[in-house]
C-alpha cells in the first residue's frame, strides 16, 4: 500500500485529505505540528509527501537540517498544496515538487501521475444512473451507467457496439434537476461472463464538452464523489463535513 505524508495546519484539512486517500485505497500519515513530521521523513521513505503552503511557510526553517538526507532519496516525491498568498514557499531547488490546488480533481490527478503504474487522467465514481445512447441514425437505447466521470463512463447494455463507434449521449444530472447531451465514442467493451456475473457494458470517451456541460458535470461527479465517502464515513460525520474554515470543507475542495 502507498503511503502519502500530510502536512498542514489545518485540522480539517488533514481530516478530509485523511478521508479521500483512505477512500483512494492509500495508507494515510497525517500531522499538523513540525516534530511528526520530521520524525517521519527522517525515519521512513514515504511515496509521497503533501505540504501545504501555510504550514510550509511556517515551518520551513524545521525542515532544512533534514534536506541533504531528502535530497539523497529518490523514492519520495514532493507536492504543495497552493494557496493565495504570495510568495509561494519551496521546499528545496535540488528536491523536484509538483504545485497542486487545493481541490479534489488535482489532488487525484496528482497521486495518479505519481503513484499509480497504469494511471488514470480524470476522476471517476460509482453510480446508478439511468442512461440513453443513440447511434448515428438509430433510436435512443437505454442502459445503466454504473460509473462516470469528467472525461468519460461506463455503461452497462446488452446492445453490441463496436469499438470507436460514435454515439450521442443523454445523462441526467439527478438532484441537478437537469439532464446533459454529451458526443462520445466506445473506448472498450466489457463481454459477459461468468466472472463478472455475465455483465456486457461499455467504457465510453466524452468528446467535444462545452464550458458549461463540462462545469456542470464536474459539480454532479463531485457531488457523487462526496456522497460515496460518506457512505464509508462510519463516526462523527458531521465533524468531517462541518469544518471550522471553510475554505478547506470538503465540498469547497471537490468543486
Not at 520551513?60 to 538526507?69: F, I
Not at 448515428?136 to 466521470?149: F, K, P
Request: hydrophobic share 35%.
Amino acid at each position: 500500500m502507498k503511503r502519502v505524508l500530510v502536512a498542514s495546519k489545518h485540522q480539517h484539512l488533514l481530516s478530509n485529505l485523511d478521508m479521500v486517500l483512505k477512500h483512494w485505497g492509500y495508507r494515510s500519515l497525517t500531522s499538523h505540528h513540525h516534530d511528526d513530521i520530521l520524525e517521519q521523513l527522517e525515519t521512513t521513505e514515504p511515496d509521497l509527501v503533501i505540504f501545504d503552503a501555510p504550514w510550509l511557510r511556517e515551518n520551513q526553517s524545521h525542515l532544512t537540517p533534514l534536506l541533504p538526507l531528502l535530497e539523497r532519496r529518490s523514492k519520495t516525491h514532493y507536492a504543495i498544496l497552493e494557496d493565495e498568498e504570495p510568495p509561494s514557499p519551496e521546499l528545496s531547488s535540488r528536491l523536484p515538487q509538483k504545485r497542486v490546488a487545493a481541490d479534489i480533481f488535482s489532488i487525484y490527478s496528482l497521486t495518479q501521475s505519481l503513484l499509480q503504474n497504469h494511471p488514470r487522467r480524470r476522476l471517476r465514481t460509482g453510480v446508478h444512473l439511468p442512461g440513453m445512447f443513440r447511434r448515428q441514425g438509430r433510436c435512443w437505447n437505454m442502459g445503466q451507467i454504473m460509473t462516470l466521470g469528467t472525461g468519460g463512463m461506463f455503461i452497462q447494455s446488452g446492445f453490441h457496439l463496436q469499438r470507436d463507434e460514435a454515439l450521442h449521449l443523454c445523462i441526467p444530472l439527478l438532484g441537478m434537476k437537469r439532464e446533459i447531451e454529451i458526443s462520445g465514442r466506445v473506448l472498450y467493451a466489457i463481454e459477459p461472463c461468468q466472472e463478472n456475473n455475465y455483465r456486457q457494458g461499455y467504457g465510453i470517451e466524452f468528446e467535444g464538452l462545452v464550458n458549461e456541460t463540462a462545469h456542470a458535470l464536474r459539480r454532479f461527479v463531485a457531488g457523487c464523489f462526496l456522497h460515496g465517502i460518506e457512505n464509508d464515513q462510519t463516526s462523527n460525520p458531521e465533524i468531517f463535513f462541518t469544518p471550522a474554515n471553510p475554505e478547506y470543507s470538503l465540498q469547497k475542495m471537490a468543486v
